[in-house]
Each structure stands twice: as structure tokens, then as C-alpha cells.
């Protein structure tokens, strides 16, 4: 059974920092390519940033200008959002997914991914 479960989400003023972990089980980690994605009330999902299965190449959304870092490790089946110099307009739920990397798709397309994590909020204060 596959989970993946993000954790690191909280409240934080605007200006602060947060790292968001997904935790994966139950896949070959290091065949996925793995995004975060947002969903703010109200609003889509949207796309933050993808990493790839192998060589580590990262994609970002344009919002994101240089904001976000997005990591993985594969040792701890791990991927990592560092999110810095955060926003009001940053407050969403952060969801992680898996990128099956023998299937066709696009890192920026929700709908390609292959599993979902339950999501973990972050709030940012004005």
C-alpha cells in the first residue's frame, strides 16, 4: 500500500519559513518523480514544484521565484518544500505526489500524478 505523508505545515508570519517532508512507502521511491502542489479555499490545485527521479532536475511554478527549494532524499524516501520569504497568498493546503516515470504525463498536470498525500496546511499571517 502506498502512503505518502507530509508533515511541517503550521502557522508562520509573513517573511517566515517553513520545510514541508513527505514521508513515501509502499513504492520504489527512487522510480517516482515527486511535486508539491497547493490548493488555497476556495481555488484549483495548482502546481509548486516537481523533482525528477533521476538526476535531480527541478521545475518550479512561476510564483515561486527562487521562494522555494524543493529536495529529495532518496536514502530516507523523502522529498523536502523549503519555503522561505512566505506570503498571505502562500496560505494553502500543500499536497506531495508521486510521478510514475515509466508513465507519460507532465510534471505540471495534477491529474498525472499517481498517488496523493492527505495534505498539510500552512497558514500565513499578515
Known amino acids: 500500500q502506498v502512503q505518502l505523508v507530509e508533515s511541517g505545515g503550521g502557522l508562520v508570519q509573513a517573511g517566515g519559513s517553513l520545510r514541508l517532508s513527505c514521508a513515501a512507502s509502499?513504492?520504489?521511491?527512487?522510480?517516482?518523480?515527486m511535486g508539491w502542489f497547493r490548493q488555497a479555499l476556495g481555488k484549483e490545485r495548482e502546481f509548486v514544484a516537481a523533482?525528477?527521479?533521476?538526476?535531480?532536475?527541478?521545475f518550479y511554478a512561476d510564483f515561486v521565484k527562487g521562494r522555494f527549494t524543493i529536495s529529495r532524499d532518496t536514502a530516507k524516501n523523502t522529498v523536502y518544500l523549503q519555503v522561505n520569504s512566505l506570503k498571505p497568498e502562500d496560505t494553502a493546503v500543500y499536497y506531495c505526489a508521486a510521478f510514475d516515470s515509466k508513465r507519460s504525463g507532465s510534471y505540471y498536470v495534477a491529474h498525472d500524478y499517481a498517488y496523493w498525500g492527505q495534505g498539510t496546511q500552512v497558514t500565513v499571517s499578515s
Open positions: 523533482i525528477s527521479y533521476i538526476g535531480g532536475r527541478t
Open positions: 509502499g513504492l520504489t521511491f527512487s522510480s517516482y518523480s
